[in-house]
Protein backbone atom coordinates (compact mmCIF):
# COMPACT_ATOMS: atom_id res chain seq x y z
CA UNK A 1 0.00 0.00 0.00
CA UNK A 2 0.98 3.61 -0.05
CA UNK A 3 3.20 4.82 2.55
CA UNK A 4 3.30 8.89 2.88
CA UNK A 5 6.26 10.67 5.09
CA UNK A 6 6.19 14.19 6.02
CA UNK A 7 8.89 16.56 7.17
CA UNK A 8 9.56 18.37 9.48
CA UNK A 9 6.80 17.35 12.63
CA UNK A 10 7.21 21.31 13.70
CA UNK A 11 7.93 24.37 12.56
CA UNK A 12 8.44 27.41 13.99
CA UNK A 13 9.08 30.70 11.69
CA UNK A 14 8.56 34.85 12.41
CA UNK A 15 5.32 36.36 10.42
CA UNK A 16 6.51 37.40 7.02
CA UNK A 17 8.60 34.90 6.69
CA UNK A 18 7.99 31.61 4.02
CA UNK A 19 6.96 27.78 5.32
CA UNK A 20 8.16 24.59 3.78
CA UNK A 21 6.51 21.18 4.12
CA UNK A 22 8.19 18.39 2.37
CA UNK A 23 5.93 14.58 1.60
CA UNK A 24 7.21 11.93 -0.15
CA UNK A 25 4.98 8.62 -1.44
CA UNK A 26 6.07 5.37 -2.19
CA UNK A 27 2.87 4.21 -4.87
CA UNK A 28 3.50 5.50 -8.20
CA UNK A 29 0.38 5.09 -9.30
CA UNK A 30 -0.94 7.82 -6.51
CA UNK A 31 -2.14 11.27 -8.67
CA UNK A 32 -4.02 13.51 -6.19
CA UNK A 33 -2.08 15.21 -3.70
CA UNK A 34 -4.26 17.44 -1.18
CA UNK A 35 -2.98 19.17 1.48
CA UNK A 36 -5.50 19.97 4.54
CA UNK A 37 -4.83 22.56 7.34
CA UNK A 38 -6.28 21.28 10.76
CA UNK A 39 -6.59 23.55 13.89
CA UNK A 40 -7.23 22.19 17.22
CA UNK A 41 -10.95 20.08 17.72
CA UNK A 42 -11.82 20.84 14.30
CA UNK A 43 -12.02 19.10 10.64
CA UNK A 44 -9.43 19.18 8.44
CA UNK A 45 -10.06 21.49 5.87
CA UNK A 46 -8.37 21.18 1.66
CA UNK A 47 -5.93 24.12 1.42
CA UNK A 48 -4.71 23.23 -2.08
CA UNK A 49 -4.11 20.00 -3.94
CA UNK A 50 -2.45 19.01 -7.18
CA UNK A 51 -2.62 15.97 -9.71
CA UNK A 52 -0.13 13.94 -10.83
CA UNK A 53 -0.97 15.90 -14.85
CA UNK A 54 0.76 19.06 -13.19
CA UNK A 55 3.42 20.19 -11.75
CA UNK A 56 3.02 23.08 -9.66
CA UNK A 57 -0.34 25.01 -8.62
CA UNK A 58 -0.59 28.15 -6.74
CA UNK A 59 -3.17 29.90 -4.95
CA UNK A 60 -2.68 33.39 -3.29
CA UNK A 61 -0.12 32.51 -0.44
CA UNK A 62 0.18 28.64 -1.01
CA UNK A 63 1.77 26.98 -3.80
CA UNK A 64 2.25 23.36 -3.80
CA UNK A 65 4.76 21.55 -6.08
CA UNK A 66 5.01 17.78 -7.36
CA UNK A 67 8.17 15.60 -8.76
CA UNK A 68 6.51 12.69 -9.47
CA UNK A 69 10.29 10.86 -10.66
CA UNK A 70 11.58 11.49 -7.12
CA UNK A 71 8.09 11.09 -5.45
CA UNK A 72 7.90 14.38 -3.19
CA UNK A 73 5.33 17.63 -3.37
CA UNK A 74 5.87 20.10 -1.30
CA UNK A 75 3.67 23.43 0.61
CA UNK A 76 4.64 26.46 0.06
CA UNK A 77 3.67 29.02 2.31
CA UNK A 78 4.88 32.62 2.07
CA UNK A 79 4.10 36.05 4.03
CA UNK A 80 2.96 33.65 6.58
CA UNK A 81 0.58 34.83 9.23
CA UNK A 82 -0.24 34.43 13.36
CA UNK A 83 -3.31 32.52 11.82
CA UNK A 84 -1.37 30.42 9.50
CA UNK A 85 -0.68 28.52 12.59
CA UNK A 86 -2.18 24.60 12.85
CA UNK A 87 -1.47 21.06 11.66
CA UNK A 88 -0.54 20.65 8.48
CA UNK A 89 -1.48 17.03 6.81
CA UNK A 90 -0.45 16.08 3.19
CA UNK A 91 -2.16 13.05 1.60
CA UNK A 92 -1.85 10.94 -1.50
CA UNK A 93 -4.02 8.65 -3.26
CA UNK A 94 -5.09 6.68 -6.52
CA UNK A 95 -8.37 7.43 -8.51
CA UNK A 96 -10.56 7.35 -6.49
CA UNK A 97 -9.23 5.39 -3.93
CA UNK A 98 -8.47 5.86 -0.32
CA UNK A 99 -6.10 8.91 1.16
CA UNK A 100 -2.76 7.81 3.10
CA UNK A 101 -2.18 10.97 5.43
CA UNK A 102 1.58 11.92 6.04
CA UNK A 103 1.99 12.04 9.83
CA UNK A 104 1.42 15.98 10.11
CA UNK A 105 3.68 19.33 10.69
CA UNK A 106 2.51 21.45 13.44
CA UNK A 107 3.19 25.20 12.23
CA UNK A 108 3.58 28.07 14.67
CA UNK A 109 3.99 31.47 13.27
CA UNK A 110 5.00 33.80 15.82
CA UNK A 111 3.76 37.78 15.79
CA UNK B 1 -21.60 23.56 -1.56
CA UNK B 2 -20.70 19.57 -0.45
CA UNK B 3 -21.36 19.45 3.25
CA UNK B 4 -20.73 17.03 5.36
CA UNK B 5 -22.80 16.95 8.66
CA UNK B 6 -21.75 14.81 11.86
CA UNK B 7 -23.48 14.14 14.68
CA UNK B 8 -23.20 13.98 18.26
CA UNK B 9 -19.90 16.23 17.76
CA UNK B 10 -19.30 15.49 21.79
CA UNK B 11 -20.57 12.72 23.61
CA UNK B 12 -19.06 10.98 26.66
CA UNK B 13 -20.31 7.59 27.98
CA UNK B 14 -19.21 4.89 30.66
CA UNK B 15 -17.66 2.13 29.59
CA UNK B 16 -19.47 -1.14 28.23
CA UNK B 17 -22.39 1.12 26.68
CA UNK B 18 -22.05 1.68 22.63
CA UNK B 19 -21.96 4.71 20.86
CA UNK B 20 -23.56 5.68 17.48
CA UNK B 21 -22.24 7.95 15.42
CA UNK B 22 -24.14 9.90 12.19
CA UNK B 23 -22.27 11.10 9.10
CA UNK B 24 -24.27 13.23 6.32
CA UNK B 25 -23.74 14.60 3.63
CA UNK B 26 -26.15 17.55 3.38
CA UNK B 27 -26.38 19.09 -0.64
CA UNK B 28 -24.52 16.02 -2.63
CA UNK B 29 -25.06 11.77 -2.96
CA UNK B 30 -22.13 10.67 -1.60
CA UNK B 31 -21.55 6.41 -3.32
CA UNK B 32 -18.84 6.18 -0.50
CA UNK B 33 -17.98 7.24 2.87
CA UNK B 34 -15.00 6.96 4.80
CA UNK B 35 -14.43 7.04 8.63
CA UNK B 36 -11.41 8.05 10.88
CA UNK B 37 -9.88 8.08 14.15
CA UNK B 38 -7.74 10.61 15.31
CA UNK B 39 -6.05 10.47 18.31
CA UNK B 40 -4.29 13.51 20.16
CA UNK B 41 -1.61 14.88 18.42
CA UNK B 42 -1.53 12.06 15.50
CA UNK B 43 -2.40 11.53 12.09
CA UNK B 44 -6.03 10.25 10.68
CA UNK B 45 -5.74 6.97 10.44
CA UNK B 46 -8.96 5.41 8.42
CA UNK B 47 -10.55 2.61 10.15
CA UNK B 48 -13.05 2.09 6.96
CA UNK B 49 -14.71 2.45 3.75
CA UNK B 50 -17.94 2.31 3.57
CA UNK B 51 -20.08 1.99 0.27
CA UNK B 52 -24.17 2.40 -0.16
CA UNK B 53 -25.76 -0.67 -0.38
CA UNK B 54 -22.90 -2.95 0.49
CA UNK B 55 -20.74 -4.37 3.37
CA UNK B 56 -17.76 -1.54 4.22
CA UNK B 57 -13.93 -2.42 3.92
CA UNK B 58 -11.87 -2.46 7.01
CA UNK B 59 -8.47 -1.41 7.60
CA UNK B 60 -6.09 -4.08 9.28
CA UNK B 61 -5.90 -3.53 12.85
CA UNK B 62 -9.54 -2.50 12.63
CA UNK B 63 -12.20 -5.13 14.64
CA UNK B 64 -15.11 -5.09 12.28
CA UNK B 65 -17.58 -6.44 14.95
CA UNK B 66 -16.53 -3.83 17.07
CA UNK B 67 -16.88 -0.70 14.86
CA UNK B 68 -20.24 -1.57 13.14
CA UNK B 69 -21.04 0.75 10.18
CA UNK B 70 -24.05 0.66 7.66
CA UNK B 71 -24.00 2.67 5.10
CA UNK B 72 -28.16 2.47 4.29
CA UNK B 73 -28.79 5.40 2.15
CA UNK B 74 -26.73 7.90 -0.23
CA UNK B 75 -26.45 10.28 2.20
CA UNK B 76 -25.81 8.75 5.63
CA UNK B 77 -23.30 6.30 7.06
CA UNK B 78 -23.43 5.36 10.85
CA UNK B 79 -20.45 4.25 12.90
CA UNK B 80 -21.32 2.45 16.06
CA UNK B 81 -18.74 1.77 18.30
CA UNK B 82 -20.09 -1.04 20.39
CA UNK B 83 -19.02 -2.10 24.37
CA UNK B 84 -16.68 0.85 24.29
CA UNK B 85 -13.75 1.30 26.34
CA UNK B 86 -11.61 3.74 27.54
CA UNK B 87 -9.20 2.96 24.64
CA UNK B 88 -11.51 3.62 22.30
CA UNK B 89 -11.64 7.49 23.45
CA UNK B 90 -10.55 9.22 20.29
CA UNK B 91 -11.66 12.36 17.95
CA UNK B 92 -14.06 10.31 15.09
CA UNK B 93 -13.75 12.00 11.75
CA UNK B 94 -15.86 10.86 8.75
CA UNK B 95 -15.83 12.11 5.12
CA UNK B 96 -17.95 11.78 1.94
CA UNK B 97 -16.69 11.23 -1.78
CA UNK B 98 -18.91 13.65 -3.99
CA UNK B 99 -17.53 11.09 -6.73
CA UNK B 100 -15.91 12.69 -10.00
CA UNK B 101 -12.62 13.34 -8.50
CA UNK B 102 -10.97 12.37 -6.00
CA UNK B 103 -11.78 15.14 -3.22
CA UNK B 104 -13.51 14.17 0.02
CA UNK B 105 -15.14 16.05 2.16
CA UNK B 106 -14.67 16.17 5.90
CA UNK B 107 -17.52 16.10 8.77
CA UNK B 108 -16.92 18.38 11.78
CA UNK B 109 -15.61 15.17 13.64
CA UNK B 110 -16.67 13.16 16.83
CA UNK B 111 -15.34 13.76 20.09
CA UNK B 112 -15.70 10.46 22.08
CA UNK B 113 -14.93 10.03 25.74
CA UNK B 114 -15.27 6.44 27.57
CA UNK B 115 -15.45 7.33 31.33
Known amino acids: GENVEQHPSTLSVQEGDSAVIKCTYS??????FPWYKQELGKRPQLIID?????GEKKDQRIAVTLNKTAKHFSLHITETQPEDSAVYFC??????????FGKGTMLLVSP | GAVVSQHPSRVICKSGTSVKIECRSL??????MFWYRQFPKQSLMLMAT?????????EQGVEKDKFLINHASLTLSTLTVTSAHPEDSSFYIC???????????FGPGTRLTVL
Open chain 2, 95 to 105: SADAGGSNEQF
Open chain 1, 27 to 32: DSASNY
Open chain 1, 50 to 54: IRSNV
Open chain 1, 91 to 100: AASRSRSTLT
Open chain 2, 27 to 32: DFQATT
Open chain 2, 50 to 58: SNEGSKATY
